[in-house]
């Protein structure tokens, strides 16, 4: 039996590709191992987003180049978003890659590599057609049992200024309805407590589709048809949510009260550079509604700085903006000029230095919102999926809230009472840190 060892980097969009990559394999008789000096394959799937994601993603490769070098049998294949952005001109750059695929070769996966080991004839760089997963396809949960992401639709229309997506995922392409149900039913079979429904743009799901098919209806019939306590919903257009998604929220309490919402931004100026359909004013309709309709929602966003044409005027309208609004959580990245974005060509850069400042400003300033807005939760009882022993001390068990999510968010504590992991238990909290909540269980 032939053996692999597979390293998924990036969001978790590219981690659902791993998953189906890692089924896939595992049925057509391949054997995953967790040491690369075990295995036959050494697999990366990329994140080529932006370049802090292409400077990790190389930096794996070269690492995995060293089993390599100790064991010249072994191949080495790199697949995903930086093959797709770069194509061929990889060959050039990392010759000790044996095989390139890009994003659409997810399905293909086991030809691919029979194929390489075999030593039969084919392309070094593969660039299969674009390709959307279904529920036919296996997939193995690298996740926790308790805990998934599914992937409603793959690429995105929104022709942002600094983004890639598009040119590396293609256009739009939506999963039926019937389709993502059977996959749920699967993973609520499987013990699933918590699902993360993600894609670039959860509002844009079945636009390429008929006027039946949505978000609303989609989630309308998840909730009909599936008993997943949690279902949390990642990465949002602001101007997309409705009232009627706003309803379905307020209404129903299996669908968190939680929602990540990448602003990017908040000066007019800067969004109309990025090409973004909304302004200052239109956020903070958008947030007054939200919080009107979902008062106890928690809400996510990334901010950018450092766009060109930024200025300190725009920096201190967003630090005006955080203070004011006060988002539960906020991830802040600096902008860098992306080989064939638009905003490559943009003039009024930012230097390095000042992006870097002014990150950490943004940083330091949520960091002191965040801890005051924690101090909210203290003698409050909360549902917590428990996630299992805490990363810090076996003294402790770990888990998360409904207003925090998998991975990017900070946790809960537990330090008084037994559960398992997956286990969904109301916590009394007791204090409140920068990022993290600590409590018992009732």
């Known amino acids: 039996m032939p053996t692999f060892h597979l390293v998924s980097l990036g969001c978790a969009k590219n981690l659902v590709d791993s998953e189906v990559m890692l089924g896939l394999l595992q049925e057509g008789g391949w054997e995953m191992v967790a040491d690369p000096e075990q295995a036959n394959v050494l697999l990366v799937n990329t994140c080529g987003f932006i370049q802090p994601a292409v400077e990790e993603a190389i930096e794996v490769i070269l690492e995995m180049e060293t089993y390599k070098k100790i064991d010249s049998s072994k191949f080495l294949v790199v697949t995903g978003c930086l093959v797709q952005r770069y194509k061929a001109s990889l060959e ?32 070094k760089t593969q660039l299969p057609d674009r390709f959307l997963m279904d529920a036919s396809y296996a997939r193995t949960l690298s996740t926790p049992f308790f805990r998934s992401s599914v992937k409603i639709t793959e690429g ?105 919402i990448p602003f990017q931004h908040v000066s007019a100026a800067v969004l109309k550079r990025m090409h973004r359909r909304y302004g200052y004013a239109d956020l903070l309709q958008f947030i007054e509604k939200v919080r009107g309709a979902v008062p106890d929602i928690a809400l996510r966003s990334t901010m950018m700085v450092g766009f060109p044409g930024e200025t300190e005027g725009d920096v ?84 998360r809230s409904v207003y925090q999510a998998p991975d990017i968010d900070g946790c809960v504590l537990i330090n008084d009472g037994n559960a398992n992991p997956g286990d969904i238990v109301q916590v009394q909290i007791t204090e409140a840190q920068i990022y993290d909540l600590l409590g018992g269980i009732v």
């Open 156 to 260: 995105c229309n929104n022709r942002c200024t600094y983004c890639m997506i598009p040119s590396i995922r293609g256009e739009l392409r939506s999963r039926g309805i019937d389709d993502i149900v059977l996959e749920l039913q699967r993973l609520e079979k499987d013990g699933v407590q918590e699902l993360s429904l993600i894609a670039q743009d959860l509002t844009a799901y079945g636009n390429d589709l008929d006027k039946e098919t949505h978000l609303l209806t989609l989630l309308t019939r998840i909730l009909a048809q599936t008993a997943i306590p949690w279902i949390r919903l990642m990465y949002l257009y602001p101007s997309g949510v409705g009232d009627d998604l706003l309803a379905l929220m307020q209404s129903e309490d299996r669908i968190l009260p939680y929602m990540d």
């Open 92 to 123: 050039d750059e990392l010759k000790e890659v044996d095989l390139f695929i890009g994003t659409e070769g997810v399905a293909k996966i086991v030809q691919l590599l029979d194929c390489l080991v075999e030593g039969a004839e084919q392309e």
């Open 316 to 399: 201190r309208q967003l630090e005006e903006f955080l203070r004011e609004y006060r988002l539960d959580h906020v991830g802040v990245f600096s902008y860098t000029n992306e080989e064939g974005a638009l905003s490559e060509f943009y003039e009024n850069q930012v230097p390095e230095e000042l992006k870097e400042e002014r990150r950490n400003r943004i940083l330091t300033l949520q960091a002191e919102i965040s801890e005051q807005i924690l101090q909210k939760y203290v003698g409050r009882t909360i549902p917590v999926l428990v996630e299992g022993l805490s990363r810090e001390t076996d003294l402790l068990l770990e888990g």
